[in-house]
């Protein structure tokens, strides 16, 4: 009797469930009496939409990419310009000799020790000997 009794309320618990799902969900019936174009059109106008989206951001994803490696690549060649520019506007500490060597002084170059030399044939300590 207790079996029956549960047998009983489980039917009438499954009943009150298929209740609920019928009122959520159209019939059967009327679904495959529904026009197929009707149906056909909503679901190629979803599909067409998402593949539209799908493409849409494929494009902006190329475009970004492409956009972040252009970007990159003139940094780098602003980078070596700028390298290369330190590099020409570089002065050693001997480019000033250079400067000198283009000044007109009569082809000689007097350095501050020149006065300790004597060179002159004049002068008393200097008297040429032969060997």
Not at 16 to 27: C, F, G, K, N, T
Not at 38 to 67: C, D, E, H, K
Not at 83 to 92: P, V
Request: proline content about 5%; charged content about 20%; aromatic content about 6%.
């Amino acid at each position: 009797m207790n079996t029956e009794k549960t047998e009983n309320k489980l039917r009438q618990l499954f009943g009150e469930l298929r209740a609920q799902d019928s009122q959520r969900v159209p019939s059967f019936k009327a679904v495959t009496r529904a026009s197929p174009s009707a149906i056909s059109t909503a679901w190629m106008l979803s599909s067409w939409s998402r593949f539209a989206a799908g493409i849409a951001t494929v494009v902006l994803l190329i475009a970004g990419i492409a956009l972040a490696a252009f970007h990159l690549h003139t940094l780098s060649a602003e980078r070596e310009i700028q390298q290369w520019a330190r590099l020409s506007n570089w002065e050693a500490p001997t480019d000033t000799l250079l400067g000198i060597s283009d000044m007109p002084w009569g082809k000689t170059i007097t350095t501050p020790s020149d006065s300790l030399i004597n060179n002159t044939t004049e002068s008393p300590d200097t008297t040429i000997r032969k060997l």
